[in-house]
């Protein structure tokens, strides 16, 4: 059974950087695209970054040019980048993989605010 546990949140201004991590257990980590997810106060969980196996990966307009999404294959952890963030960037981060998605993590939370 996979499961996934992301750290790496907190408080961070506007204008500022933050890197999220997503640790995934189980042995087929490699063979699935991944995904950072994020649900604002009020709000449904929305796509912020997807990574295929290979490295190309994908995202929304709303955080294109400012998040980076990565992954290590050898330590089976996935990563996003966040930089120039924006008040409306604050919500819960969560990560998946993709398809067959696993049951969720606690997801860390940030807060962008001055």
């Known amino acids: 059974q996979v499961q996934l546990v992301e750290s790496g949140g907190g408080l961070v201004q506007p204008g500022g950087s933050l890197r999220l991590s997503c640790a995934a257990s189980g042995s087929i980590f490699r063979a699935y695209a991944m995904e950072w997810y994020r649900q604002a106060p009020g709000k449904q969980r929305e796509l912020g970054a997807h990574i295929i196996s290979g490295g190309r990966a994908n995202y929304p307009d709303s955080v294109k040019g400012r998040f980076t999404i990565s992954r290590d294959s050898a330590k089976r952890t996935v990563y996003l980048q966040m930089s120039s963030l924006k008040p409306e960037d604050t919500a819960v981060y969560y990560c998946?993989?993709?398809?067959?998605?696993?049951?969720w993590g606690q997801g860390p939370q940030v807060p962008v605010s001055s």
């Open positions: 998946n993989r993709y398809p067959s998605a696993v049951p």
